[in-house]
């Protein structure tokens, strides 16, 4: 095998759950059958490479210095959205009527992989929670160990701040059965429950 293809194999497994075998085919398709596209592929990753970075006001993807959510004067400037992600941000965009704006931690609070709160942007979060226009804080971290820890965390920092926490439901899904829910999840949402008017 060349060095080149070798080097293709190689970078192409950089991406998320590609391993050798699935590089490697991904590489050989390309040259087998989709050279011109693999030649856009390789112009439109170099450009957003080069010319991505984040949004100074919430720390999402962006190519220009405020991304269109944070430019926009349509978005609720009252309720911000904490997320760890910015595929976070697109899944309750894509699935709720949410108005309001976001705040992308990029991580959650982890000290073993050396993610504290400067690396999460907390100090530009409770600055920006400081200024007095944000009322409701919805803290939208996943339910794992650091994920709540987390929520924890920005709770404290919302009500420093005179603001008020919320926190996602999490339990039982839409449609689903109490016999199929796995223990956890069926704890959390028995322990979560809530009086029905």
């Given at each position: 095998?060349?060095?080149?293809?070798?080097?293709?194999?190689?970078?192409?497994?950089?991406?998320?759950?590609?391993?050798?075998?699935?590089?490697?085919?991904?590489?050989?398709?390309?040259?087998?059958?989709?050279?011109?596209?693999?030649?856009?592929?390789?112009?439109?990753?170099?450009q957003?490479?080069?010319?991505?970075?984040?949004?100074?006001q919430?720390?999402?993807?962006?190519e220009?210095?405020?991304?269109?959510?944070?430019?926009?004067t349509?978005?609720?400037?009252?309720?911000?959205?904490i997320?760890?992600?910015?595929?976070?941000?697109?899944?309750?965009e894509?699935?709720?009527?949410?108005?309001?704006?976001?705040?992308?931690?990029?991580?959650?609070?982890?000290?073993?992989?050396?993610?504290?709160?400067e690396?999460?942007?907390?100090?530009?979060l409770t600055?920006?929670?400081?200024?007095?226009?944000?009322?409701?804080?919805?803290?939208?971290?996943?339910p794992?160990?650091?994920?709540?820890?987390?929520?924890?965390?920005?709770?404290?920092?919302?009500?420093?701040g005179?603001?008020?926490?919320?926190?996602?439901a999490?339990?039982?899904?839409?449609?689903g059965?109490?016999?199929?829910?796995?223990?956890?999840?069926?704890?959390?949402?028995?322990?979560?429950?809530?009086?029905?008017?």
């Amino acid at each position: 095998m060349s060095k080149l293809l070798s080097d293709l194999i190689e970078a192409l497994r950089c991406l998320p759950g590609v391993g050798n075998k699935s590089a490697q085919r991904m590489a050989f398709h390309l040259l087998e059958r989709e050279r011109e596209r693999g030649l856009r592929l390789a112009a439109t990753l170099e450009q957003a490479m080069r010319r991505i970075g984040r949004c100074t006001q919430c720390r999402n993807f962006s190519e220009d210095p405020l991304c269109a959510l944070c430019a926009s004067t349509s978005r609720d400037r009252q309720v911000l959205c904490i997320v760890e992600s910015p595929t976070d941000l697109a899944a309750i965009e894509q699935a709720t009527g949410y108005r309001g704006q976001y705040f992308v931690l990029m991580g959650r609070l982890s000290p073993l992989d050396g993610l504290g709160p400067e690396e999460l942007g907390l100090p530009q979060l409770t600055q920006r929670l400081g200024e007095g226009e944000i009322e409701e804080m919805i803290i939208a971290t996943n339910p794992t160990v650091e994920g709540e820890a987390t929520a924890h965390y920005l709770a404290q920092l919302a009500r420093a701040g005179g603001v008020r926490p919320t926190r996602l439901a999490h339990g039982v899904p839409l449609g689903g059965e109490l016999e199929y829910v796995d223990r956890g999840t069926l704890a959390h949402a028995f322990g979560s429950r809530q009086l029905l008017d």
